[in-house]
């Protein structure tokens, strides 16, 4: 039998901003315009005010603030941001909980950097796989666990399976004992964190890009890297299994979302409306409601992706969301768009 524990009734929901730094090419034409305060502050300038005013005001209360449960400065690492609001719940999915982790922001935010990362600044992903190695090595019972991953796309509605060389088309199932589960999607046992950030970078690189955004990689596409762990216990009378899941998503990009809710003047075809990505704003909406006032009904049911997350949203999980930010001048419309809705989120 295949349970979790029922020591929660709702989903926590934690709200992070990360920050990236100015990239090199940014840094000769770009203005940094945001600041990280105490950890938990945004303070953002409209840039629209000119370099004179700004000098001769010296102060800075034209900036925009808002606060989160964490945020996170150009200077830190992803594992500064791992340890501040991650690390905790590994060790719930050890013990047979779930929880979902997602990236959300405009193209060229800092998504990607922050779920997968670099081999000196390992994203999430990796750091998260880690941890739950270290938990399994710390275990003092005698219990047996099987560590497994999958990792998918959802791109245009449709889920392929990044663990595949060229993957067709993926189709959702409703197994009664299972629940939702993505038929034929491969899942490989893994025995360490040594190889995955391989394996990521491997997925990634087959993930749709639109010609049209040769240098805005993968921005309406979904990365899912989904990290089962399963405890199987051992007693006289019977073999118990727990199951716990972890789901970490590098989401499409969120400007058309935002373009959507501004009045879609914008959006020519169905194709260009990111369904899924409404869809998980939506949940996540109702989430934030869910923690401020009681029950709310999440709507799962809208998208591939919030069909794929379900067990990650609801019951006894835990959600976290890093809202990634440029600190660039002309990125000023996303950046406000970014946080006001992770503001409403929290
Ligand atoms: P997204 O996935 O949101 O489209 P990326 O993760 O690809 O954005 O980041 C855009 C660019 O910014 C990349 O060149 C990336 O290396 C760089 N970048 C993002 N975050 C950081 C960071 N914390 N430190 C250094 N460079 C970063
Ligand atoms: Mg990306």
């Known amino acids: 039998s295949i349970r979790a524990p029922a020591t929660k009734k709702t989903t926590t929901l934690t709200v992070a901003i990360k920050c990236r730094p100015l990239t090199e090419k940014e ?15 945004v303070l953002v ?24 449960d964490h945020a996170f400065g150009p200077d830190c690492t992803n594992l500064d941001v791992y340890r ?39 994203g999430l992903m990796v750091l998260s796989l880690h941890t739950v190695f270290d938990f399994i090595k710390k275990d003092k019972s005698t219990d047996d666990f099987e560590v497994t991953c999958s990792y998918l796309e959802v791109y245009n509605e449709v889920i392929y399976d990044l663990l595949e060389k060229s993957s067709g088309h993926l189709e959702l199932r409703e197994d009664p004992e299972q629940g939702i589960v993505v038929a034929g999607l491969r899942c490989i046992k893994v025995h360490s964190a040594d190889k995955i950030l391989e394996l990521l970078n491997l997925g990634n690189s087959r993930r749709k890009i639109e010609s049209t955004e040769a240098n805005a990689t993968s921005s309406r596409s979904h990365a899912v890297l989904e990290i089962t762990v399963k405890r199987k216990q051992r007693n006289k009378y019977r073999n118990q299994v727990i199951k716990g899941k972890l789901a970490l998503v590098d989401l499409a990009g969120s400007e058309r979302a935002s373009e959507t809710h501004s009045g879609g003047q914008k959006l020519r075809d169905g194709a260009n409306i990111n369904r899924s ?22 709507p799962y049911r809208n998208s591939k992706l919030t069909r794929i997350l379900k067990d990650g949203l609801s019951g006894n999980s835990q959600t976290v969301m890093i809202a ?20 409403r989120a929290k």
């Open 324 to 343: 990634t930010i440029s600190p660039a001048d002309n990125q000023y419309h996303h950046t406000i768009n970014t946080l006001k809705y992770a503001d």
């Open 84 to 122: 501040r609001s991650i690390c905790s719940i590994i060790a719930g999915v050890v013990q047979g909980l779930n929880a979902t982790i997602f990236a959300y922001g405009s193209t060229g935010s800092g998504k990607t950097y922050t779920m997968v990362g670099t081999q000196g600044d390992p």
């Open 277 to 298: 990505l409404l869809a998980l704003a939506n949940c996540i909406n109702a989430l934030g409601k869910q923690q401020k006032k009681g029950l709310a009904y999440v």
């Open 27 to 41: 840094r000769l034409r770009s203005r940094d315009i945001v600041r990280v305060k105490e950890d938990k502050e």
């Open 45 to 68: 300038l409209d840039p629209d005010l000119t370099k004179d005013y700004l000098e001769r005001i010296q102060n800075r209360t034209k900036e925009k603030k808002y606060s989160f």
